[in-house]
C-alpha cells in the first residue's frame, strides 16, 4: 500500500549530477519507497537507481560504531569480511576513537605536517566539503587536498578555468529546450545521467539536431540524426577537423569571436593543419561525416555541447575540452539561450565538492592558493595563520607519495581510492604501508579494510546540508531517517576531530558552515539557508528574487577584458598504443545500475539483482574468433595486471576493444588501468589502456 507511511522528507538522490528531487516515504523508521518530485532538473523524473536505489542505507553491513584496528589483526590488505569486521576491528567509543585519531595526526603534524593528507568526498554535502579542506589548511597549513573530481572532471575544470574563467557550465543541460542542434560526445547519458538523456530524446522528437560522438555506439544513438563512431583517443584529430572546415567554409561567428574572444588568429592558422582528409585516417570518420557535422553544428542558431568522461579522461583530456571550448566560441555558441558548454557530472556533488574547495589548487570558488589576498580573506574568516601558497598534490600524487614513503598519514571521507584509483594494486599497497590511515565511511569499503581507525558516518538520506549539481543548481538535503547506531554526520565528525586538535571550530548546526562559506564565495550570494528550504537556486542569482541564471556569460567572461580564450590543440596519442603483446584496447565506465565503486548500489537489492555479476562487453566477431560464448569467462592482462570476467556480446563496441565497468570488486577495471596523467588537469588515462583478452 503505497499510501501507508509515517513520513515523507524531500530530499536530493545520492547519485549522479542531474540531482533529481526526490521525496522519501518512510515507515517504521526505515525508508520505504522513493517518489520523484518536481526540481528543476527532473520535474518528477527518476531513473532506475533514484527509484530503486534507496535501500543501501538500511543494509546490514553498514558502519554503527567506531572501530580501531586490532593490535593482533592480520598485515593489512584486502582481506576483511565486511560480514565479520571483528578479525581485524575492536570497537571503541567515539570518544576513544577522536582522541585517537587526533592524537595519531597531531603526532605526525609535529614531526611535519605535509606527513598528512586527505581525500574528501562529492558523495558529502556542500558544508562536508567545505569543512574538510578548512580542516587540511586549517590544521596542517598546506593543500594537500582533493576529491574525486581529479578521476573525473578535472581536465575540463583545467580547460574552462583557463579559457572561459569559470569551471562550471555554462548553461543547465535543460536548455536543451531551446536548442536547434546538440553535440553529446564521449558521454553515455542513457545509462550515466538517464534523467537529463530524457531530455535529450524529447529534443530529438521535436526535431532537434542531436550528432552523438563516442568511440563506442552508445544508445543515444537511436536518436541521434549523426552518429560519429570515432577511434579511442582521436578526439582532438576528428575535433580539429571539424573546426577546420568551419573556417575553411566561412561558417564561423565573425562578430561573436571579435566581440568576446581572443587568440582566434592563432586558432585559426593552427587548424589549417587538420583538413578532415588528413584527419579522416587518424580519428577513424570520413572526412564527409566530418564536413556534414562541421556544418549541422555551425548552421545551428543554437547548439549545447555536452561531454563526459570519455573526453576527460585522457593524457590529452585538457586538450579534447579545449577543442570543444574552441568549437562552442568560433559557432557563437556561449551566452544565449539554448547554446553553451556543459560537462556532465558524474557524482551528485562533485560541482559543489569542487565548488566549496576541496581541490588542491584551489579554494572555495575557485580562488586560488597562490594569491596571498585570497588566502587571507580565508584566514581571517577562520581566525588561522597563513598556509602555504604552493598548490597541493592531486588524488594519484598523494598515492605516489604515501608509496615513497613521504606521506605516513591520510583522512579519508567517504572516497573508494582502493577501487577507484589507476593501476589500484599501487594504491593498496601504498595504503598498506601508512602509518595512520582514517577513513570515515557508511561501510567497511575497499579502502577501510586498510584503515586504522574507522569512523561511522551518515549516507545522504540521514544528513542535512545542500548540495549544487550539474547545472549549478544548488538543493537541500534533509533528512529521512537517522544514521544507524552510533554513526554521525561527517560534518559533526570532522569538527569534532578539529576541535579535538585545537582548531576550536565549534559548529553547532550545519547552517552555520553554510553561513561561513557565503562569507567567501560570491557563487553563494543571494542564496541563502532560508531560502533553499522552499526552493532549489541556480547560481548565479542577482537578487533574492532570482531563481538563478540558467545561461552566464551572455556579457562577456570572467577573464582578463571579459574574453574568452582559443587555446589550440596538437594530437597527443595516448600513453600506450596496442602492440602484439596487448592487441586490444580497454575502455572503462559505469553501468545504468551500478555506480562508481559499487559500495551503495551492489547493496541495493533491486539494483544488484538486475545486474549482479561482474562482466565486460566485447564485439559478438571478437567473441566468435576467441571462440568465447557470450557468458563465459575471459581473462583481461595489462601491463598492471589481470582480472577474470564474464563476457557479453554488444554489437556497439568496436571490434578491437573491450568495455569493462569498474564497480565490480571482483574483477576490478582498476587493477588494469593505465596512471599516466593529463599534463593540465592530472586525471589519468582511464578511457585507453592497452589489453589482451584471452579465452579462460
Ligand atoms: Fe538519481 Fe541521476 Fe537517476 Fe536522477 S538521473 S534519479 S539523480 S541517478
Not at 50 to 63: A, K
Not at 481 to 502: F, Q
Not at 510 to 518: G, L, P, Y
Not at 668 to 693: C, M, Q, R, W
Amino acid at each position: 500500500d503505497l499510501q501507508d507511511y509515517d513520513s515523507e522528507t524531500e530530499s536530493v538522490c545520492p547519485f549522479c549530477g542531474v540531482g533529481c528531487l526526490v521525496s522519501l516515504k518512510v515507515k517504521d523508521g526505515k525508508v520505504k519507497y522513493v517518489e520523484g518530485i518536481n526540481g528543476p532538473a527532473n520535474e518528477g523524473r527518476l531513473c532506475v537507481k533514484g527509484r530503486f536505489g534507496y535501500d543501501y542505507i538500511h543494509h546490514p553491513h553498514r558502519l554503527t560504531k567506531p572501530l580501531i584496528r586490532r593490535e593482533d589483526a592480520p598485515a593489512k590488505g584486502l582481506n576483511v569480511d565486511p560480514g565479520d569486521l571483528s578479525t581485524h576491528f575492536r570497537e571503541a567509543t567515539w570518544d576513544e576513537a577522536l582522541d585517537l585519531a587526533a592524537k595519531g595526526l597531531m603526532d605526525l603534524r609535529a614531526e611535519d605536517p605535509r606527513l598528512v593528507a586527505g581525500f574528501g568526498s562529492a558523495k558529502c554535502t556542500n558544508e562536508e566539503a567545505y569543512l574538510f579542506q578548512k580542516f587540511i589548511r586549517h590544521g596542517f597549513k598546506h593543500n594537500n587536498v582533493d576529491h574525486c573530481t581529479r578521476l573525473c572532471h578535472a581536465s575540463s575544470v583545467a580547460a574552462l578555468i583557463e579559457n572561459v574563467g569559470s569551471g562550471a557550465v555554462t548553461a543547465t543541460f535543460n536548455e536543451i529546450e531551446n536548442a536547434d542542434v546538440a553535440i553529446v560526445i564521449g558521454s553515455n547519458p542513457i545509462e550515466n545521467h538517464p534523467v537529463a538523456a530524457t531530455y535529450f530524446k524529447q529534443f530529438t522528437k521535436r526535431g532537434g539536431k542531436l550528432i552523438v560522438m563516442d568511440p563506442r555506439g552508445i544508445g543515444l544513438r537511436r536518436f541521434a540524426s549523426e552518429m560519429v563512431q570515432f577511434r579511442p583517443g582521436a578526439d582532438v584529430s576528428m575535433l580539429n577537423a571539424i573546426m577546420h572546415v568551419i573556417v575553411e567554409e566561412g561558417l564561423y561567428d565573425q562578430s561573436y569571436i571579435e566581440k568576446f574572444t581572443e587568440n582566434w588568429e592563432a586558432e585559426k592558422a593552427h587548424l589549417a593543419q587538420f583538413s578532415p582528409e588528413k584527419m579522416s585516417d587518424i580519428c577513424g570518420v570520413s572526412p564527409d561525416q566530418l564536413r556534414r557535422v562541421a556544418r549541422t553544428f555551425a548552421n545551428g542558431k543554437a547548439g549545447l555541447i555536452f561531454w563526459g568522461m570519455g573526453v576527460s579522461q585522457h593524457i590529452h583530456g585538457t586538450d579534447n575540452s579545449r577543442c570543444l571550448i574552441s568549437l562552442a566560441l568560433m559557432t557563437g555558441n556561449v551566452g544565449k539561450p539554448g547554446a553553451g558548454l556543459h560537462p556532465l557530472r558524474g557524482q551528485n556533488n562533485v560541482q559543489g565538492a569542487s565548488d566549496a574547495g576541496l581541490i588542491p589548487m584551489f579554494l572555495p570558488d575557485y580562488q586560488t592558493v597562490t594569491d596571498a589576498g585570497v588566502r587571507e580573506a580565508f584566514t581571517q574568516v577562520w581566525d588561522s595563520g597563513d598556509f602555504s601558497h604552493e598548490k597541493g598534490l592531486t588524488v594519484t600524487e598523494i598515492v605516489d607519495q604515501v608509496y615513497a614513503g613521504n606521506i605516513r598519514g591520510m583522512y579519508i571521507q567517504g572516497e573508494n581510492p582502493a577501487m577507484s584509483d589507476p593501476d589500484v594494486d599501487h594504491a593498496r599497497a601504498a595504503f598498506a604501508k601508512l602509518d595512520l590511515l582514517i577513513v570515515q565511511d557508511i561501510f567497511l569499503t575497499e579502502t577501510a579494510n586498510y584503515a586504522d581507525i574507522i569512523l561511522p558516518a551518515s549516507a545522504l538520506y540521514e544528513k542535512n546540508g545542500t548540495v549544487s549539481n550539474t547545472n549549478r543548481q544548488v538543493q537541500r538535503v534533509r533528512p529521512a531517517v537517522p544514521p544507524p547506531g552510533e554513526a554521525r554526520e561527517d560534518w559533526s565528525i570532522t569538527t569534532e576531530l578539529a576541535d579535538r586538535m585545537g582548531l576550536d571550530w565549534g559548529y553547532r548546526d550545519v547552517s552555520e558552515v553554510f553561513d561561513e562559506m557565503k562569507l567567501n564565495m560570491k557563487s553563494l550570494d543571494n542564496i541563502t539557508w532560508e531560502r533553499l528550504k522552499t526552493e532549489s537556486v541556480t547560481y548565479p542569482s542577482l537578487s533574492e528574487n532570482d531563481p538563478g541564471q540558467a545561461i552566464v556569460f551572455g556579457d562577456g567572461f570572467p577573464r582578463a577584458e571579459g574574453r574568452a580564450r582559443f587555446t589550440p590543440a596538437a594530437v597527443i596519442p595516448p600513453d600506450e598504443a596496442p602492440d602484439a603483446d596487448y592487441p586490444m584496447i580497454m575502455t572503462t565506465g559505469r553501468q545504468l545500475e551500478h555506480w562508481h565503486t559499487g559500495a551503495m548500489t551492489r547493496r541495493s537489492r533491486v539494483l544488484d539483482a538486475v545486474e549482479p555479476e561482474a562482466n565486460c562487453s566485447l564485439h559478438p566477431r571478437t567473441l566468435k574468433l576467441m571462440g568465447v560464448e557470450p557468458g563465459e569467462m575471459v581473462r583481461l592482462s595489462t601491463r598492471r595486471g589481470s582480472i577474470e570476467i564474464m563476457a557479453r556480446a554488444d554489437r556497439a563496441i568496436a571490434e578491437d576493444m573491450v568495455f569493462v565497468p569498474f564497480a565490480y570488486v571482483e574483477a576490478a577495471a582498476n587493477i588494469l588501468t593505465n596512471p599516466a596523467i593529463d599534463p593540465y588537469g592530472k586525471i589519468p588515462e582511464f578511457k585507453f589502456s592497452a589489453v589482451k583478452v584471452e579465452k579462460i
